[in-house]
């Protein structure tokens, strides 16, 4: 017949003790891992954790030519650091040590450059992008946030071609109509700026200021980065009283508006004839092609 002990709390016997030293034992090693992972204790890899540093970007150039050091780097028996353009013409010798040396590969100078991120100028203009250190110039050459100005005098807006048309729109009412490519848009001739709104978003401003011989139209590419022409632009003037016609077709000039509304834009003239004092026309309209290239 089966019988039952009862043991007293704390009077187990071995094999019961055995059993739950090593629960206890399996629940610590876990634990342990736990804790590891969370705060990158232990021997294994350190958990990389953001923290603010500061740097003295000078290090960071090349000691030769004082150009920012990129990828590849290299190194003199020595240590001294150049750049891959300098390493191509003291092979032999090294600037500093002024002995003759083997230049090698110096990866972890090169993990550093790569590592040192920092944050583009125009973040100000809506831009989050967080770049190496010797990127940041080609980067901002061609950031799509870079700001763009308004022409008008006196103004000081600048802002992305996006926050641009707003301003134009709302601040100084300009008409804004958008256009499609190889297709006219006519416009009544006055004196002022239309801003056209072509179908991807680029902006064209169309000036026209009056002068002795008659009215000046200009047409100008509002790009954040001043680069070569981009778009065509044809003008078509026409007249029913009295009967005139007449055409231009150019390259179209970018600008950024910085220094206002260029100067060395194409010209075209509207005689003072078609024109009341005021400097507009009931019957001159002005037809505008854009072209992309």
Same mark, same amino acid.
């Given at each position: 017949?089966?019988?039952?002990?009862?043991?007293?709390?704390?009077?187990?016997?071995?094999?019961? #003790?055995?059993?739950?030293?090593?629960?206890? $034992?399996?629940?610590?090693?876990?634990?342990?891992?736990?804790?590891?992972?969370? $705060?990158?204790?232990?021997?294994g890899k350190?958990?990389? %954790?953001?923290?603010?540093?500061?740097?003295?970007?000078?290090?960071?150039?090349?000691?030769?030519?004082?150009?920012?050091?990129?990828?590849?780097?290299?190194?003199?028996?020595?240590?001294?650091?150049?750049?891959?353009?300098?390493?191509?013409?003291?092979?032999?010798?090294?600037?500093?040590?002024?002995?003759?040396?083997?230049?090698?590969?110096?990866?972890?100078?090169?993990?550093? %450059?790569?590592? %040192?991120?920092?944050?583009? !100028?125009?973040?100000?203009?809506g831009c989050?992008? #967080?770049?190496?250190?010797?990127?940041?110039?080609?980067?901002?050459? @061609?950031?799509?946030?870079?700001?763009c100005f308004?022409?008008?005098? @006196?103004? $000081?807006?600048?802002?992305?071609?996006?926050?641009?048309?707003?301003?134009?729109? $709302?601040?100084?009412?300009?008409? !804004?109509?958008?256009?499609?490519?190889?297709?006219?848009?006519?416009? #009544?001739?006055?004196?002022?700026?239309?801003?056209?709104?072509?179908?991807?978003?680029?902006?064209?401003?169309?000036?026209?200021?009056?002068?002795?011989?008659?009215?000046?139209?200009?047409?100008?590419?509002?790009?954040?980065?001043?680069?070569?022409? !981009? +778009?065509?632009?044809?003008?078509?003037?026409?007249?029913?009283?009295?009967?005139?016609?007449?055409?231009?077709?150019?390259?179209?000039?970018?600008?950024?508006?910085?220094?206002? +509304?260029?100067?060395?834009?194409?010209?075209?003239?509207?005689?003072?004839?078609?024109?009341?004092?005021?400097?507009?026309?009931?019957?001159?309209?002005? @037809?505008?092609?854009?072209?992309?290239?």
């Amino acid at each position: 017949m089966a019988g039952h002990v009862y043991l007293p709390v704390g009077h187990l016997p071995p094999w019961a #003790r055995l059993s739950e030293e090593k629960e206890e $034992g399996m629940r610590a090693q876990q634990q342990e891992k736990e804790a590891e992972k969370e $705060g990158g204790g232990g021997g294994g890899k350190r958990r990389k %954790v953001a923290a603010d540093v500061t740097i003295d970007l000078d290090i960071l150039d090349c000691p030769v030519c004082y150009l920012l050091l990129r990828p590849p780097i290299f190194q003199c028996t020595v240590g001294h650091t150049i750049c891959s353009s300098c390493h191509d013409k003291l092979q032999e010798k090294c600037h500093f040590c002024s002995l003759p040396t083997v230049y090698n590969r110096c990866h972890m100078v090169e993990h550093v %450059v790569e590592s %040192v991120k920092v944050a583009c !100028s125009n973040c100000n203009h809506g831009c989050t992008t #967080r770049i190496a250190y010797y990127q940041k110039e080609d980067h901002e050459k @061609g950031c799509p946030h870079a700001p763009c100005f308004c022409p008008e005098t @006196g103004c $000081g807006f600048s802002g992305p071609t996006a926050m641009l048309l707003e301003h134009f729109s $709302g601040k100084h009412k300009w008409h !804004s109509p958008k256009v499609t490519y190889n297709k006219a848009f006519r416009i #009544r001739i006055h004196v002022g700026s239309t801003v056209l709104v072509g179908e991807d978003g680029n902006l064209f401003l169309v000036n026209m200021t009056m002068e002795s011989r008659g009215g000046v139209i200009s047409v100008c590419s509002v790009q954040p980065h001043i680069t070569g022409s !981009s +778009f065509r632009c044809k003008l078509t003037l026409s007249c029913a009283e009295p009967s005139f016609s007449q055409s231009m077709e150019f390259l179209m000039r970018s600008s950024n508006l910085y220094d206002g +509304f260029p100067k060395d834009c194409f010209q075209f003239l509207v005689p003072k004839v078609l024109l009341r004092g005021t400097g507009t026309s009931a019957t001159a309209m002005v @037809g505008v092609t854009v072209t992309p290239q």
